[in-house]
């Protein structure tokens, strides 16, 4: 069974800039959430997609979004970045039905600077 | 939304020591969660645990869902339990999951 991953480990960029972030979800799941998570915090919950659609979405602006594919894998972007949108970027993925609460587990994240 | 408060908010122990942590929220849940992140930021599930007592080794928790508190008990503390201790919820139908400040806890030999 393989966990779930993520990609790039560290990133660097300018202000104003684009970004992608990339998350595998565990092996048999359907639904992932990404998180943002700044220094001495505990994460903030951004958006889940549960089949490819946005199940659920925490008090972002709509410069953050996200895409599911059919393989269950997914992606965050972040369009102009900020320099406030410095921090870890976790994805977690879960198997569960649209609603409902279900385990999470989580990547290794991402951690995001932006100069 | 749903409030999560954790105490204390750090802690150190002496190796061997025995420590609890807990967990309120302001609303009831259908999930409960508590994650150890390690010094590298990797969360690592502790326990699924929405109601009810689990164990697990040295470590063990307690859901009181009806009066809105989760504990984490760690005995024999090892300087590996270092790092921040999480709980995490999810209230209603929505997929929103809130994660309180942490625990810093800090084992020393």
């Known amino acids: 069974e393989t966990g779930v991953t993520q990609s790039p480990t560290h990133l660097i960029k300018t202000r104003g800039q684009q970004v992608t972030l990339r998350c595998s979800s565990q092996?048999?799941?359907?639904?992932v959430s990404w998180y943002q998570q700044a220094l001495g915090q505990g994460p903030q919950f951004i958006f889940q997609y549960y089949r490819e659609e946005e199940n659920g979405r925490g008090n972002f602006p709509p410069r953050f979004s996200g895409l599911q594919f059919p393989n269950y894998s997914s992606e965050l972007n972040v369009n102009a970045l900020e320099l406030d949108d410095s921090a870890l970027y976790l994805c977690a993925s879960s198997l569960g039905e649209r609603t409902g609460a279900y385990e999470q587990y989580f990547g290794p994240g991402t951690r995001l600077t932006v100069t | 939304g749903i409030q999560v408060e954790q105490s204390p908010p750090d802690l150190i122990l002496q190796e061997g020591a025995n420590s609890t942590l807990r967990c309120n929220f302001s609303d009831s849940v259908n999930n409960l969660q508590w994650f150890h992140q390690n010094p590298w930021g990797q969360l690592i599930n502790l326990f699924y645990?929405?109601?009810g007592t689990k164990q697990n080794g040295r470590l063990s928790a307690t859901t009181v869902a009806t009066e809105r508190y989760s504990l984490l008990y760690i005995s024999s503390s090892q300087t590996t339990d270092s790092g921040v201790y999480f709980c995490a919820v999810n209230s209603g139908g929505y997929q929103k999951v809130t994660f309180g400040i942490g625990t810093k806890l800090q084992v020393i030999p």
């Open positions: 092996s048999g799941h359907n639904t």
């Open positions: 645990i929405p109601s």
